[in-house]
């Protein structure tokens, strides 16, 4: 009587060999190319423009390889309980807090207009509408602004999809503004700390929210998944 293979046999002979990989040498080795080229036809015209380049191309780098995104920043607490990606954005607010802070001081300590003072944010109605509607957007289209672009760097049709109607968003969003600074923001109060505590009392106010958002991200993780790492 002739013995049946057992179920693991079968499925070993049944299973397709792997493809080996194509080699991507070919493709990273014409985009260089064409990155030293595009940066050479830039410098033609304005130096400058091979730095934003170049800053570019290393600000991508860095977000795909961290895969840094705000989008996962705040969906992955609920959704799978890591807040590993929340931290991240919590230390790159932290950072960014003390070069603004010194960028805006020197030029408030040497008598100059601080810069970015025109574009201190109205806290209105609008502000929440376009909160809720920007953070319902991202996380049905997977990313924000800045995990969109990455995405599309990877070749995500999802991603180069939300990317139009990004663009499109915003553009519209752009023409209203007129009617939505006239109807809504017109005399919503706008909020620069330094103006209400002081510089050294803004820092101080801006990093005890970062830390204890921080303490309560660590304390969610423990509750969510039994560890804080």
């Not at 705000?70 to 003390?98: E, K, N, Q, Y």
């Not at 919503?188 to 990093?207: E, I, S, Y």
Request: proline content about 4%; some cysteine; charged content about 10%.
């Amino acid at each position: 009587m002739e013995q049946q293979a057992s179920p693991a046999v079968k499925s070993t002979r049944t299973r397709a060999p792997r493809k080996p990989k194509k080699s991507q040498l070919p493709i990273a080795l014409l985009a260089t190319a064409l990155v030293i080229g595009f940066g050479f036809y830039l410098s033609q015209y304005n130096d400058k423009m091979v730095v934003y380049l170049l800053f570019g191309l290393a600000f991508g780098v860095v977000l795909q390889r961290a895969r840094f995104c705000f989008t996962a920043s705040m969906r992955d607490p609920w959704i799978t309980g890591s807040t590993s990606v929340t931290r991240a954005v919590l230390i790159a607010c932290s950072l960014a807090t003390i070069g603004f802070t010194a960028i805006k001081y020197s030029a408030f300590a040497a008598g100059n207009p601080i810069p970015g003072m025109d574009n201190v944010g109205q806290i209105s109605l609008a502000l929440i509408i376009g909160a809720v509607i920007f953070g319902i957007g991202m996380v049905i289209a997977g990313g924000c602004a800045s995990g969109t672009l990455m995405r599309v760097g990877e070749g995500f049709t999802m991603q180069m999809l939300s990317l139009v109607f990004f663009v499109i968003g915003s553009l519209w969003g752009a023409h209203d503004m007129g009617w939505w600074r006239t109807a809504v923001i017109k005399d919503a109060p706008a909020v620069f700390l330094p103006d209400v505590f002081g510089w050294l009392g803004a820092l101080l106010v801006q990093f005890l929210i970062i830390v204890l958002l921080y303490i309560a991200s660590v304390k969610w993780q423990q509750k969510k998944m039994g560890s804080g790492e």
